[in-house]
């Protein structure tokens, strides 16, 4: 375009893109003041001119093979309608929640019940001091990322690199689970996975499943450790690296763990992740971690792990703990959105709204009793402080 050309380019073919049609990040491709292993991408600032962020160009096939670095390896939600519940804006002013938010049930004595009523342990008493929830909207939440890398600027979440990812190592504490759907709508997902559920033997139904739509429908779903009340990962690990506070989080002992990875085998989320290298001081990773000026960036409240470990989402446990230290020190009641953490301060939509739920008050609290409101695999009994809430599409024109 007007004697420009970015040569090889690496392009990625998504669905729903509209036909003749590309796209092209801005903030690519940068060279000054950057290591060479964090050069990546191009720059699309090259072809933009006049200001504006549309421009006709033209599009040539040239010769080699990129590989991309996905650690999501599924497009489709294949009519499993537990993971992301959605209805339509008819349905969610019409019916009854129990119709578009339907609660599992699981079997008890032979009898079916709402998953909500079975625990596999007696409770403990949780009223007594601070009780951390999380909610996200997945109406509100865009697929931005702006989450994922506060969590990884706050709680020196280690930049493993490319290669390392496309070995299944990544190493976010947040991801955002994208899902397209696979008919016109994900409710048409799940009728067609209802006309193949009783016959296994069709097995180019569930494929043809796995096809995204030509015009595909997407929803986008922040995933980070549920710190989950009857947590799975805290009953397996040999050496109780992992437990639960009275506050509600997860904590990991860094210096307890072994390294067993039996908590990641349990976690039906699969939000836990394994330090294979030592990330820091380390000419593998030459990144933000190998150099004095990289590591003045580092959160001097938040250990950095070394090999051998599992760690997760903690919550933020470094700001609720500064919180509630200032409040006592200025002898005041802490008020609600006092507490934040990473996620939730850089959220812009408000997707991600983080409090103490004993505080009746306070916005989460609120938020928790909504009949949109949903834990993810609810049916596993996992009991979750981390809740969504279902998404309500308005897809009528008029």
Request: proline share 4%; glycine share 6%; charged share 25%.
């Amino acid at each position: 375009m007007n004697g420009v050309s970015l040569d090889n380019v690496p392009v990625i073919i998504q669905p729903g893109q509209a036909p003749k049609t590309v796209g092209l990040s801005f903030g690519y491709g940068r060279k000054v003041g950057m290591k060479e292993e964090m050069q990546t991408g191009v720059n699309a600032y090259a072809v933009y001119t006049n200001f504006n962020s549309v421009q006709s160009v033209s599009i040539e096939k040239a010769d080699g093979l990129h590989e991309f670095a996905c650690i999501q390896l599924q497009n489709t939600l294949m009519g499993r309608g537990e993971i992301i519940k959605e209805t339509t804006l008819e349905k969610y002013t019409t019916e009854d929640a129990h119709e578009w938010n339907p609660v599992p049930v699981v079997s008890l004595d032979h009898q079916e019940v709402p998953a909500t009523t079975v625990d596999l342990w007696a409770s403990f008493d949780r009223s007594i001091g601070h009780h951390f929830n999380m909610s996200i909207d997945l109406n509100a939440c865009t697929g931005c990322g702006a989450c994922v890398i506060a969590c990884h600027a706050e709680n020196n979440v280690p930049v493993v690199g490319k290669t390392e990812v496309r070995r299944s190592r990544d190493m976010h504490w947040l991801r955002i689970d994208r899902y397209y759907s696979s008919e016109d709508t994900f409710e048409d997902d799940n009728i067609k996975k209802d006309e193949f559920s009783g016959a296994f033997e069709s097995k180019s139904g569930f494929e043809e499943m796995e096809r995204s739509a030509i015009n595909p429908q997407v929803a986008f779903q922040p995933v980070m450790c549920q710190h989950c009340n009857h947590a799975p990962c805290e009953t397996v690990c040999p050496v109780a690296a992992t437990s639960h506070s009275r506050q509600g989080q997860n904590h990991m002992a860094y210096n307890r763990c072994v390294g067993t990875r039996y908590c990641a085998n349990n976690c039906p989320y699969k939000v836990r992740r394994f330090n294979w290298f030592l990330y820091n001081n380390n000419d593998e990773f030459d990144f933000h971690m190998n150099n004095d000026l990289g590591k003045m960036v580092i959160n001097p409240d938040v250990t950095v792990r070394s090999r051998g470990v599992i760690e997760k989402c903690s919550l933020c446990i470094q700001m609720t703990q500064k919180t509630i230290l200032d409040a006592k020190r200025d002898g005041r009641v802490i008020e609600d959105g006092e507490f934040q953490t990473a996620c939730s301060n850089a959220c812009s939509n408000g997707a991600i709204v983080f409090g103490d739920i004993n505080n009746e008050e306070s916005k989460v609290a609120e938020l928790k009793k909504e009949d949109r409101m949903y834990h993810l695999l609810e049916a596993v009994g996992t009991k979750p402080n981390v809740f969504y809430h279902v998404k309500v599409r308005n897809t009528n024109e008029a």
